[in-house]
């Protein structure tokens, strides 16, 4: 064997035996890992199974806080309405107690009033025995029946609360009527909170200045409200209300005699005014000066048609303490105020909240821009009689909350202001936009969205159509209105109609005024709106068979149906061939207006007595066959009444006979026109109110 073999032998061996070696190696390192492995794999199982089992358990955990606490709130709630139940029977049974303790004291005043009456009886009735024993029964008759009509009509002993409810119904004058009757009427109408306000505008020209002089004398520290609207009075009687320390309110609008001289008596007397109306006085940059320095809790305030003052004047608005409690201001037919007067007004009186601009042609937009840069708190917004307002002012006003807002004869607004309206103020609850010729249907589409919306008025806005109301109509804003005057939209028809019917289940006041459009289908339509108690038909081709159509309607209490010369007296009677007709059926009807129904006769009036007998105010104006007399009797009925027999006038379209006007036809006043007005209380619709 040589050397070199045995070299390759031995390198074979010994690579052969490393081999053997590592691959054993190799096997054994194999065999550990897969078992380190597998020891990871159990380690990562069993905290991922951990950590499952902790977000469950978070989760469940956080459910059951979540489940603790609204049962802790439902125990809560409960446990409110418990206490709240436990409160409502106490103040139940306190309140039937009380009112058995009020019944039981009025019993006990009425058994005495019983007793003191057969008292008298007694004595009257011994009196009259003495009398006829005495050969003088007829005087002694006479003198009891006036004592017994005496003693019933003696309310002086009844509760002070009564006497003064009573006396709240009337007027100053006739206060002072009763003062005189005797003693103890003159005891009940001095009562002090009988003066807390004092109306002196009922009894201008009437009552000399003396007496009310000695009346602010002797009641300067009750009175709260005092009212000289209209008074012709010296300056000393107006300096006299500086001794009403407690006075809260002071009318003087329209009187002429009221200087600067007598606002600086009354700044200086009476610095807790609250309200203060100086409307179409002569006061001036003197007056304005006052006002800051001596009102300081003033909140509301009329300047209206007050030109002796000018920018400079409201200027002075902003001195001392300044009049930044002001939440109502008037300065209608304020024409000498400028851009820059505005301006100061915004300085001053920032937290002004119902603003009230009327009969301003001068009025801008820059002017508004002005005022609404500091007021941003204005919610009420009253704009008649400024014809240069345009969009401009939607635009400016979009920082401010508006919920009213009022404008009238104004045709710079166009559909561009309500687009503004309906991304702005969506709060918005009353929309007075007559008279306004710029208004489409597009604009009524830009209101449906408002939610809030309870009143709109568009009357006069002549390019309005089914198409916009029915737009309108189809949102939400359709939900809550109650107020709605459409008056000569005469592009409106039937189909209108029927849409409110479906869509207006709270609608209150409907007016429809010269819709000429309107046919016996739409009136039909209008008995579906059942929430409906006034509606304005006049002008309308309303008949007979309309007014038995709305004769179904059990809520209606105010009609008007003036100029509808197709309504005769088979209308309005009750008769057995008149099915279901106006009287017959509507016993709740408080205003009937039937101005200008010229074939009606005296006998409506005698069937109006019969089937509404709550009718308390009655329109005639322009009923030619209804005769003086008549109305005369009919007006003991109601609480007012407007007639006259006088021809209609050229514009109503027919005459006296109720036949179509032509052109060649020259209609007069007849010789026997007669009118009567007869009113013996204030009322006012709610459309007005608002």
């Not at 469940?60 to 709130?73: G, I, P, R, T, V």
């Not at 002072?176 to 807390?196: E, F, K, P, R």
């Not at 500086?242 to 007598?262: I, M």
């Not at 909240?353 to 009253?382: F, G, Q, W, Y």
């Amino acid at each position: 064997m040589t050397p070199e073999l045995m070299i390759k032998a031995c390198s074979f061996y010994t690579g052969h035996l490393v081999k053997t070696h590592f691959c054993t190696w190799r096997d054994i390192a194999r065999t550990n890992e897969n078992v380190a492995l597998a020891e990871k794999m159990n380690r990562a199982v069993t905290c991922y199974n951990f950590r499952l089992q902790k977000s469950v358990f978070h989760h469940w955990h956080s459910y059951m806080e979540d489940q603790k606490e609204k049962l802790k709130n439902t125990l809560l709630r409960i446990q409110q309405i418990i206490y709240c139940h436990k409160l409502s029977i106490i103040l139940t049974k306190w309140r039937n107690r009380a009112r058995l303790k009020s019944k039981k004291k009025e019993d006990e005043l009425i058994l005495k009033h019983e007793l003191q009456l057969k008292k008298w009886k007694n004595r009257l009735i011994l009196k009259r025995a003495t009398a006829e024993e005495s050969n003088f029964p007829e005087q002694s008759s006479s003198e009891g029946s006036l004592v017994d009509e005496t003693l019933r009509c003696d309310i002086s002993l009844l509760p002070e609360r009564a006497i003064l409810q009573i006396f709240f119904y009337l007027s100053l004058k006739d206060v002072i009527i009763c003062g005189q009757v005797n003693h103890a009427w003159m005891l009940m109408t001095q009562l002090n909170s009988l003066w807390n306000a004092i109306d002196f505008s009922t009894v201008k020209n009437v009552i000399p200045d003396k007496y009310i002089l000695s009346t602010l004398q002797r009641w300067r520290l009750n009175v709260l409200r005092l009212n000289f609207h209209g008074c012709l009075l010296r300056p000393k009687t107006f300096r006299s209300v500086s001794h009403c320390r407690n006075l809260q309110e002071l009318n003087v609008s329209d009187c002429p005699t009221f200087t600067d001289e007598s606002m600086r008596h009354i700044s200086e007397g009476c610095p807790g005014v609250l309200y203060l109306n100086l409307s179409n006085t002569t006061i001036t940059n003197r007056t304005m000066r006052l006002l800051p320095r001596h009102f300081h809790n003033l909140q509301n305030l009329s300047l209206a048609y007050c030109r002796g003052f000018t920018d400079k004047g409201l200027q002075y608005l902003n001195l001392g303490n300044g009049c930044h409690k002001l939440i109502y201001l008037d300065l209608s037919g304020c024409t000498q105020i400028s851009v820059q007067g505005f301006r100061y007004i915004a300085n001053s009186c920032t937290g002004i909240t119902h603003l009230t601009i009327n009969d301003m042609p001068t009025l801008t937009d820059n002017c508004v821009k002005a005022l609404v840069e500091k007021c941003s708190r204005i919610t009420s917004l009253v704009f008649t009689g400024a014809p240069h307002i345009s969009d401009c002012t939607f635009k400016a006003l979009s920082t401010c909350k508006l919920r009213k807002i009022r404008f009238e004869g104004n045709k710079r607004v166009t559909d561009a202001s309500f687009k503004y309206i309906d991304k702005n103020y969506p709060n918005l609850s009353h929309i007075y936009m007559a008279d306004c010729k710029g208004i489409t249907d597009s604009s009524l589409r830009s209101l449906s969205p408002l939610r809030q919306l309870t009143v709109l008025n568009l009357a006069n806005c002549v390019r309005i159509g089914d198409m916009g109301l029915r737009q309108f109509l189809d949102g939400p804003a359709s939900i809550r209105i109650r107020e709605l005057n459409l008056s000569n939209c005469v592009r409106l028809s039937d189909a209108s109609v029927m849409k409110l019917s479906e869509r207006c289940p709270n609608l209150n006041y409907l007016s429809l005024r010269n819709c000429d459009h309107l046919t016996a289908q739409g009136i039909g339509y209008i008995v579906n709106i059942f929430s409906l108690v006034s509606i304005d038909l006049s002008g309308t081709d309303i008949s007979n068979e309309g007014l038995n159509v709305l004769s179904k309607h059990k809520k209606l209490k105010e009609l008007s149906v003036s100029e509808c010369y197709g309504i005769t007296d088979v209308g309005i009677q009750i008769t057995d061939s008149a099915m279901e007709m106006l009287s017959a059926k509507c016993h709740y009807l408080h205003i009937l207006d039937i101005s200008g129904c010229v074939l009606l006769t005296d006998q409506i009036l005698e069937d109006l007595q019969i089937g509404c007998k709550q009718l308390r105010i009655l329109k005639m104006q322009y009923c030619t066959n209804i005769s003086k007399k008549a109305a005369q009797r009919m007006s003991s009925k109601v609480q007012q009444q407007e007639y006259n027999s006088n021809d209609p006038p050229r514009w109503f379209g027919y005459d006296r006979e109720g036949d179509p006007l032509t052109e060649l036809d020259n209609v007069t006043p007849s010789k026997g026109a007669s009118e009567l007005t007869v009113e013996k209380s204030t009322y006012s619709s709610e459309e007005q109110a608002a």
